[in-house]
């Protein structure tokens, strides 16, 4: 059974990096897309970006190229780094597992998911 | 962008009352070549990470109860359950995954009356 653990540093300065990293047991990085949502306290989903084991990504284009993700293998883990963090940034941070190919078309439901991080930016 | 928009944001509803939540996107997340939808339905507790409920737009995840069904295709979907159970309250949430960026409704509120 496939399980998300993540973790990562929850309270930043304004102007500062989030860096958090999520770790995949029970399953294999190989077929799949592995994604990265935050959701602003008390609001919705928004989904940030997401990479295959290959090292491809794909990214929202709202983050304006502040977000990069990168994967390890070896360690079957997969890491977001989100640069010149605002207020705007706060919440909570989940990875979770996308989807794959089929049909020559990507499909992407999200499931399952890490357990989320609290993230804060305040001076 | 599709834009996801549900309605209604939420509702109260008595125990074992059937519930209705509609989701509607921007533009059409058929995929005519294979006709489905890609759309799925996602189920929040309190203090939780979303529960993925529905993909293909009605198909059951593996071990989601059978009181929770969705319909629809094209533009408009609908997630129902059934009849209604405590363990029910929460914010559904619905997602295309037909284009990037994959997009979300805003959430709908589940709760008891």
């Known amino acids: 059974q496939v399980h998300l653990q993540q973790w990562g540093a929850g309270l930043l300065k304004p102007s500062e990096t989030l860096s958090l990293t999520c770790a995949v047991y029970g399953d294999s990085f190989n077929f799949n897309y592995w994604s990265w949502i935050r959701q602003p306290p008390g609001k919705g989903l928004e989904w940030i970006g997401e990479i295959n084991h290959a090292g491809n990504t794909n990214y929202n284009p709202s983050l304006k190229s502040r977000a990069t993700i990168s994967i390890d293998t070896s360690n079957n883990q997969f890491a977001l780094k989100l640069t010149s963090v605002t207020a705007a940034d706060t919440g909570v941070y989940y990875c979770?597992?996308?989807?794959?190919?089929?049909?020559?078309?990507?499909?992407?439901?999200?499931?399952?998911w890490g357990q989320g991080i609290l993230v804060t930016v305040s001076s | 962008d599709i834009v996801m928009t549900q309605s209604p944001d939420s509702l109260a509803l008595s125990l074992g009352e059937r519930a209705t939540i509609n989701c509607k996107s921007s533009q059409s997340v058929l995929y005519t070549s294979i006709n489905q939808s890609y759309l799925s339905w996602y189920q929040q507790k309190p203090g939780q990470p979303p529960k993925l409920l529905i993909y293909?737009?009605?198909t059951r995840q593996s071990g989601v109860p059978d009181r929770f069904s969705g319909s629809g295709s094209g533009t408009d979907f609908t997630l129902t359950i059934s009849s209604l159970q405590a363990e029910d309250v929460a914010v559904y949430y619905c997602q295309q995954y037909y284009n990037t960026p994959w997009t979300f409704g805003q959430g709908t509120k589940v709760e008891i009356k």
């Open positions: 293909w737009a009605s």
């Open positions: 979770a597992k996308g989807g794959s190919t089929s049909w020559n078309r990507r499909y992407n439901w999200f499931g399952p």
